[in-house]
């Protein structure tokens, strides 16, 4: 009744049409519907983390995605697709990241659950929130395999041995080495990539874990802790060549010596996933795009791929739409999975992979391949313990004997590129973070080069165990400043190849790690000497040259000199790449 | 408490203009095809309305001059005359004279300010005047039947960009 009173009389005439008001209540929501548009405007972009050896593949197929013009909630979505190593993608995020980074995954598509496990158990550690969903699709997979260069694993076959992780032990124990089969080919060299990075270090150790407590089912705490079991591990890391911070490097390698006609040198078997043996054996040791063709050509020497008896893992590439994205980006992620599992999974299969099933594409050839699925497929152990077993590599790898040799010349003293620090204070601060990475008993020494004195480097510390401190040779570097000597680079890594060469430890690592900054500045030793040098040296007594360049200049000497040995090469003058990961990195191969 | 009230009743006299209610649809209907979020298409639709209660009581129409009254006599008269009588018809009907008709239908013109077409359109045409309903009843049937033509017309203008742009 008050209501009625209120609203007034029934029969009011019609409001008169005030022009004024309307006038501008249409240019108000003009302007308003407007800035929403604007607003509104950009595209929805979805950050995808992929591993190395599918993210080449995978920009391919985001970029025709994003030329269909996927749309979300009437928005344009855009796919991009970051490289990051899986174990790198783990650790970067084990820490909280702002809503507003740009950078911040909404997909993390690593190159197996067991990553996924480890992140939710290191999460779990620090007390941070859960970012992984309860449920998320596996799309491709890819079992880890023992690769042997063709003849080898001819020779192996012929013999009728079953290949398997405790195999692998007691021929890399054997000190017949090959000749065992009656072949020259000197002793057994295992090549293993870095389980805190690598993918394939990863399961390789499990796998080995497995092996070495003789069961196919799920690890138990007890039998990762027996000593004998540990024992196991311990030796087959004993006959790994060196370690590489990711299988692209290491294959890469291998195509080097296959080039030089020395494949069965470097290495006689690698524990690597399938998809790497199907990339290798067509030229592309890096998992590139081969469009239609490779980067490089096909190695002399294919690899050909063993299940381990023991049963193995397998790389299953799960597809985790992190918790912490909004509805938006959740639908563009779920439309992009539906897409990479509908119409892009016979790409992945044509390109080495197989389906959910495990059937493999046409490119798994019988040659060197099973094209049946694995017959036993291990058990991931529970996160605790996975992140136990992970942990534990450091204590059991091989350790390493190692010689780092500094440029403290005066062109250290520019600043770095971008960056408002001298190159002297990057290479001191990459030096100590090295060490920190290193184990106490691991052996290191310390040079400088371009001085003053008498010869062309100074020894600072010799080489010796860190011991448990770590100190001294952390204030040593501390205390390191720039001089005006010529550069002696060669004459320097010559010195140092021949120093940690005359106390050879045929159980660690031996290596020269030098941090440069510029070419040659006129010494006795002839450049292409040294290089052959490098190149010529017994299999089974090498000593392994790494490099890292500061300055575009020194790039090419310095890259020459780790292939010939063949070590790895890193460039700190690519901006890109921060010095705690080159570093990192580097000291992977420790 | 009064004076509030007072402000609440212009406000919701400003709403009746059903092309308040229009605008506010169509400018909702723009925000959703521009991708804008839930709360964006509600907040512009509020905001529209709000705005035109605003324009409304600050610009207000200036008032109608009152219409001159007819008295009773004079309005039977004025009925007739639109009904399109002579003077002399409408003589013999209210058994009067001519001249007296003549009179009134001066007096009548005075007052509006026209001849006999101007009465006419002053008092109506005889046909029967429709049914009033409720303000707000026309003002919602108005303003949706405006709101859906600009919307279709805004869905029109939409589909041509689009296509245009993604050629």
Not at chain 1, 147 to 152: G, I, L, N, R, S
Not at chain 2, 55 to 67: H, K, M, Q, R, T
Request: with cysteine; proline share 6%.
């Amino acid at each position: 009744m008050t209501l009625a009173r209120l609203l007034g009389p029934t029969d009011r005439p019609g409001p008169r049409t005030n022009l004024r008001a309307l006038a501008i209540t249409a240019a108000f929501a003009f302007v308003a519907v407007s800035l929403i548009g604007y607003g509104n405007s950009g595209c929805v972009s979805l950050v995808v983390w992929s591993s190395n050896e599918k993210s080449q593949l995978l920009q391919d197929i985001a970029e025709k995605y994003n030329d269909t013009g996927p749309t979300v909630d009437r928005r344009c979505v855009r796919v991009q697709v970051s490289t990051v190593a899986s174990g790198d993608g783990e650790a970067a995020l084990t820490r909280d990241w702002s809503p507003g980074d740009a950078t911040r995954p909404d997909v993390w598509w690593p190159a197996a659950t067991t990553w996924v496990l480890l992140l939710k158990e290191h999460r779990a550690e620090r007390r941070l929130s859960d970012i992984i969903p309860a449920v998320y699709q596996k799309l491709i997979q890819s079992p880890l395999v023992i690769a042997m260069p063709e003849h080898m694993a001819d020779a192996v076959k012929s013999s009728g041995e079953v290949v398997g992780w405790t195999w692998l032990l007691k021929f890399a124990q054997d000190p017949q080495g090959w000749s065992r089969y009656e072949k020259p080919w000197g002793h057994f060299r295992l090549g293993k990539t870095n389980p805190m990075i690598s993918t394939s270090g990863l399961h390789a150790l499990i796998g080995t874990y497995n092996a070495a407590a003789g069961t196919t089912g799920q690890l138990t705490p007890e039998d990762v802790r027996r000593d004998d079991v540990r024992a196991f591990v311990r030796g087959v890391e004993r006959s790994v060549v060196h370690y590489g911070e990711s299988v692209a490097r290491f294959l890469d390698n291998l195509w080097n010596a296959d080039d030089s006609g020395d494949a069965l040198g470097y290495v006689s078997a690698v524990a690597v996933e399938e998809k790497h043996v199907f990339d290798y054996n067509r030229g592309n040791p890096e998992s590139l795009l081969c469009d239609p063709l490779c980067p490089q050509v096909a190695p002399q020497e294919k690899l050909v791929a063993f299940y381990p008896s023991e049963g193995t893992l397998i790389a299953d590439h799960p597809y985790v739409i992190l918790n912490w994205v909004d509805s938006v980006h959740r639908q563009a992620a779920a439309d992009f999975q539906r897409h990479l599992e509908s119409d892009a999974i016979q790409r992945f299969q044509e390109e080495g992979f197989r389906d959910q099933n495990l059937s493999a594409g046409p490119g798994l050839s019988t040659k060197y391949f099973d094209r049946q699925p694995p017959r036993t497929r291990l058990l991931l152990p529970d996160p605790p313990l996975l992140a136990e077993i992970q942990a534990s590599w450091s204590s059991l790898r091989k350790r390493a004997h190692v010689l780092i040799a500094i440029d403290v010349g005066r062109s250290m003293t520019t600043l770095a590129q971008e960056q408002s620090v001298t190159k002297l204070e990057l290479a001191k601060r990459a030096a100590s973070d090295a060490v920190g990475r290193l184990e106490p008993d691991d052996e290191v020494g310390l040079w400088t080069f371009s001085t003053n004195g008498d010869k062309p480097y100074r020894e600072v510390l010799p080489i010796g165990p860190l011991g448990t401190g770590k100190s001294e040779l952390a204030r040593r570097i501390e205390t390191l400043e720039a001089e005006d000597g010529t550069r002696q680079l060669f004459a320097t890594v010559l010195a140092g190849f021949d120093h940690v060469r005359s106390r050879l430890a045929p159980d660690r690592i031996n290596a020269v790690v030098v941090l440069g900054n510029g070419v040659d500045e006129g010494t006795q030793v002839n450049f292409y000497d040294l290089q052959s040098t490098l190149r010529r040296q017994s299999n089974d007594q090498r000593v392994r040259v790494f490099t890292l360049s500061y300055s575009a200049a020194s790039s090419s000497q310095l890259r020459q000199l780790s292939e010939a040995s063949p070590g790895a090469f890193y460039n700190a003058a690519d901006p890109t790449k921060t010095i705690a990961k080159l570093m990192r990195d580097v000291i992977s191969n420790f | 408490m009064r004076a509030i009230l007072e402000l609440l009743m212009r406000a919701i006299e400003e709403l009746r203009d059903p092309w308040a209610l229009a605008f506010a649809a169509a400018s909702a209907y723009a925000a959703y095809l521009f991708g804008g979020h839930d709360w964006q298409i509600v907040a512009v639709a509020v905001a529209v309305l709000a705005v035109r209660v605003a324009a409304g009581l600050l610009l207000p129409l200036a008032p109608v001059p009152p219409a001159p009254r007819l008295t009773s006599e004079e309005y039977v008269i004025a009925r007739l005359i639109a009904r399109g009588l002579t003077n002399t018809q409408i003589a013999d009907q209210l058994k009067t004279t001519t001249r007296a008709i003549d009179r009134l239908e001066a007096r009548i013109g005075a007052k509006i300010g026209g001849g006999r077409d101007d009465i006419a359109r002053h008092v109506g045409t005889s046909t029967p005047e429709p049914q009033p309903r409720h303000w707000y009843e026309r003002t919602v049937v108005r303003g949706t039947l405006a709101g859906a033509g600009l919307i279709s017309l805004m869905w029109t203008l939409y589909n041509i960009s689009i296509r245009i742009l993604a050629r």
